[in-house]
């Protein structure tokens, strides 16, 4: 059966609607990622959080929705619920290098590392140029204590990104755990070097001043530790450190000094008023020396942690 002319023209005209319905809701799916990603690169993560779900809500069968909403997730720091969105994602197509970077870090923010490593590798062999891949590797491999596999991956980032501070620092404390100090005295100091006369990087500094004062030379210490400490003044680990160096040098003026200033930053950490209650006993003041160490009992008591914390700077894994 023919059509006749008209009839032909409205089915021409219904298809053509049909088809500019479809491109216009194509469009404003791409439009709607668009603006979530826009609001995740301002930092304005709830906000770009509820675009994503309210896209998915229309189209749930959209692997770049849940992939998205999945960074977005791990950039909250939500490594379970990122997680079941790569999951679901990858319901719809497989998912990129980039995106099984996000997968590899979520396995980190979770402190397992074995599936970490194995995602990381599988990122690597997919995308073997990607330096910021091999030093996520590599950093993971350090947590296993795999720090010869750890050592491996930096210098493969460094091949692909030459003078990349953090990972020749991190070669430094690869080097530390194996007991080969001459090696990660050396790493720390080209990672120093690296950061010319404007360093930002504080790491390196009190990684250099901790080795050298653990090789029982305060003297040469103190200066590192005093830059990192003007670098990253909230650090509480290298205020820490630097009492040590002033103490070996028997500076306990100046050793108290940077053990107050450790607490006021990190006051439920027991081993830092054990310290400062040794300090004071040293110097004669009991009744101070007295209340640290009842301090140091209650806070021990209550499992706080004894490990002062070290602000690290997290590297994103899309960082170019």
Request: negative net charge; hydrophobic residues 40%; glycine residues 4%.
């Amino acid at each position: 059966m023919q059509l006749g002319k008209n009839a032909r023209l409205r089915t021409a005209f219904c298809l053509f609607t049909a088809l500019a319905s479809l491109s216009a809701a194509s469009q404003a799916s791409i439009d709607s990622l668009a603006a979530a990603r826009a609001l995740l690169d301002q930092g304005k993560l709830a906000e770009s959080e509820d675009m994503v779900r309210s896209f998915l809500k229309g189209t749930p069968d959209s692997a770049d929705g849940h992939f998205l909403l999945g960074y977005v997730l791990f950039r909250e720091k939500k490594a379970r619920e990122s997680l079941a969105e790569y999951t679901a994602g990858a319901k719809f197509r497989r998912p990129t290098a980039d995106e099984l970077k996000i997968v590899a870090s979520d396995y980190v923010l979770l402190d397992d590392f074995v599936d970490a490593d194995k995602w990381f590798t599988e990122v690597v062999a997919e995308a073997p140029n990607d330096a910021n891949a091999h030093y996520l590797l590599g950093r993971t491999k350090f947590n296993e204590n795999d720090y010869r596999g750890a050592i491996a991956s930096f210098e493969r980032a460094l091949a692909l990104r030459p003078r990349d501070v953090e990972a020749e620092n991190n070669i430094g404390l690869a080097w530390r755990e194996l007991n080969d100090l001459d090696k990660a005295q050396a790493a720390f100091e080209t990672a120093i070097e690296w950061q010319g006369a404007a360093p930002v990087d504080a790491q390196p500094f009190l990684n250099l001043g901790k080795l050298l004062a653990d090789r029982h030379q305060p003297g040469d210490a103190v200066p590192y530790l005093k830059r990192a400490a003007e670098l990253a003044p909230s650090n509480p680990t290298i205020h820490e450190e630097l009492s040590h160096a002033y103490t070996a040098q028997q500076d306990l003026t100046h050793a108290q000094a940077e053990l107050e200033t450790a607490i006021g930053l990190a006051p439920n950490i027991s081993s830092l008023h054990y310290q400062l209650g040794q300090i004071y006993r040293k110097q004669g003041k009991t009744d101070r020396a007295q209340k640290e160490f009842e301090l140091t009992a209650k806070l021990s008591g209550s499992h706080s942690s004894e490990k002062t914390p070290n602000p690290l700077t997290i590297r994103d894994p899309n960082q170019p």
